[in-house]
């Protein structure tokens, strides 16, 4: 299966602190992106990266990709309480539009 | 406009019961999917739909039929669906250009089968 592994599965932090997500995959990729849900809402896309690109930064988000180790991490800097949600990454083989979700990762930033 | 809009928002059904779940969006996307997502996992791919052709069908029981009836439309009959099959379905569309390939979900369809 192309699906991703995330860790940690659950993340408990303090409002202010970052938090760092990782997700692996096992095939080439054309891009991995991350999605955030709330509550078994639908899934809110945050940033894309492409497989030449090695970081990524969009407002407090911070995207590392490492094809050579078929990861990736996602930090939130100076989380907030609002910030407490589910988060995935989603890769896509090849432009295939074929776009699998890792495992997940549930964040909670404790006020 | 940049919204997927799904409904109903819940749905419950028996065994036997033929429904429907309706997805919408009016971005100009040509790329459409369903996703089931059970609770605490990640959104499994079902279907993808390109230019209202289906072009991935990941090998999902026929008592799921997907239809695309225009490009800004996807539904999903379902027939005779097990209790296993409650889960949240979740629609999502990408505009399928190499330049921009995020998805846009829609809120979901919280399906209960009795």
């Known amino acids: 299966s192309q699906q991703g592994e995330e860790d940690p599965q659950a993340l408990s932090i303090q409002e202010g602190e970052n938090a760092t997500m990782n997700c692996s995959y096992k095939?080439?990729?054309?891009?991995l992106q991350w999605y955030r849900q709330n509550s078994g809402r639908g899934l809110v896309h945050l940033i894309l990266?492409?497989?030449?690109?090695r970081e990524k930064h969009s407002g407090r988000l911070r995207v590392t990709l490492d094809t050579s180790k078929k990861s990736s991490s996602l930090l939130i800097t100076a989380s907030r309480a609002a910030d407490t949600a589910s988060y995935f990454c989603?890769?896509?083989?090849?432009?295939?539009?074929?776009?699998?979700f890792g495992t997940g990762t549930r964040l909670k930033v404790l006020a | 406009d940049t919204e997927v809009t799904q409904t109903p928002k819940h749905l419950v059904m028996g065994m036997t019961n033929k429904k429907s779940l309706k997805c919408e969006q009016h971005?100009?996307?040509?790329?459409m999917y369903w996703y089931k997502q059970k609770a605490k996992k990640p959104p499994e791919l079902m279907f993808v739909?390109?230019?209202?052709?289906?072009?991935i069908n990941e090998s999902v029981p026929s008592r799921f039929s997907p239809e695309c009836p225009n490009s800004s439309l996807l539904n999903l009959h379902l027939h005779a669906l097990q209790p296993e099959d409650s889960a949240l379905y979740l629609c999502?569309?990408?505009?399928?250009?190499?330049?921009?390939?995020?998805?846009?979900f829609g809120s979901g369809t919280q399906l209960s089968v009795l």
């Open positions: 989603a890769t896509d083989k090849g432009g295939t539009y074929k776009y699998i």
């Open positions: 739909y390109s230019y209202e052709k289906l072009s």
């Open positions: 095939t080439s990729i054309n891009n």
């Open positions: 990266i492409r497989s030449n690109e």
């Open positions: 999502a569309s990408s505009p399928q250009d190499a330049t921009n390939e995020k998805l846009f």
């Open positions: 971005m100009g996307h040509r790329a």
